[in-house]
């Protein structure tokens, strides 16, 4: 078998390679495409993230999403998250009135509850529509640092589903999350520590004793708790502290119903 040589290989030259298309690789390219740089993104996954994952949008992103003429399409689509309350046994107007607190500092007061998989959803959609194209199923697989040699580039070597690809670009930006490809390959450390406590997430709905429009922080006798709605009538991710490593759906529902007062 004869061995392909790097340099033989489909290349693409561009000015920014931005590997991993979260919301912020898919941001990084969009800003890019805006400004007219060439940017290519690529990430392993096939598509916009189907989960809910991370869901608040706060009022400064929604001020960058309105640069890019994005923010009336996150409003339409959104859940106004206006007030903090904390404790069960309060009544459903009590709390503080985030948006209250915010009127005067920013044209979007409050939070938009707007699930990542939908952020992505818009900001691919975005960038197709600027004419630049999302390499999905494609895995970094080595990256070399050639800026300081002729030619300054970044040389990266992409796997997608018809065989190798290279990219060279004058900046790599690594945007691929906790387990960075990028981060990996160029040794990169990842510094931090991790909490040791172990907290379950769930995204419920019909969930009973929640106002509506409002996050809550509740403690009980042996766990504490938060909720962000997502949409009317009990829809709303639950997030709660798990009183040992393992966890099961019953066990913190019931966690949730018996502690925190929420059925």
Same mark, same amino acid.
């Not at 994005?70 to 106004?80: F, K, M, P, Q, T």
């Given at each position: 078998m004869t061995a392909v040589r790097?340099?033989?290989l489909p290349t693409t030259d561009t000015d920014v390679l931005v590997v991993g298309a979260g919301p912020t690789g898919l941001m990084a390219g969009l800003v890019l495409a805006r400004t007219g740089l060439s940017a290519v993104v690529a990430d392993q996954k096939s598509g916009p993230t189907r989960e809910s994952r991370a869901l608040a949008v706060q009022p400064r992103t929604m001020e960058i999403y309105d640069q890019?003429?994005? /923010?009336? #399409?996150?409003?339409? $689509?959104?859940?106004? /998250?206006? #007030?903090?309350?904390? $404790?069960h046994r309060a009544p459903a107007s009590s709390g503080v009135g985030i948006d209250r607190v915010q009127q005067g500092a920013t044209r979007f007061p409050g939070i938009q509850i707007f699930e990542q998989s939908r952020n992505e959803e818009l900001l691919a959609a975005a960038l197709t529509e600027s004419g630049r194209e999302i390499l999905w199923s494609h895995r970094l697989i080595d990256?070399?640092?050639?800026?300081?040699?002729p030619g300054d580039r970044v040389v990266a070597l992409l796997e997608g589903p018809d065989g190798l690809i290279r990219v060279r670009a004058r900046w790599c930006i690594g945007a691929d999350g906790a387990s960075s490809a990028v981060r990996r390959i160029l040794n990169v450390p990842f510094e931090g520590v991790t909490d040791e406590a172990t907290f379950w997430v769930a995204d419920v709905r019909g969930l009973q004793g929640l106002p509506d429009h409002t996050m809550t922080m509740r403690f009980g006798k042996s766990t504490f708790g938060l909720t962000f709605p997502i949409g009317p009538g009990g829809h709303a991710r639950l997030v709660s502290l798990a009183l040992d490593d393992h966890v099961d759906q019953d066990a913190a529902l019931a966690s949730a119903r018996d502690d925190l007062g929420l059925a």
């Open positions: 790097p340099e033989d890019l003429g994005l /923010a009336e #399409r996150v409003i339409s $689509g959104a859940y106004r /998250a206006v #007030r903090m309350q904390i $404790g990256l070399s640092d050639a800026t300081s040699e």
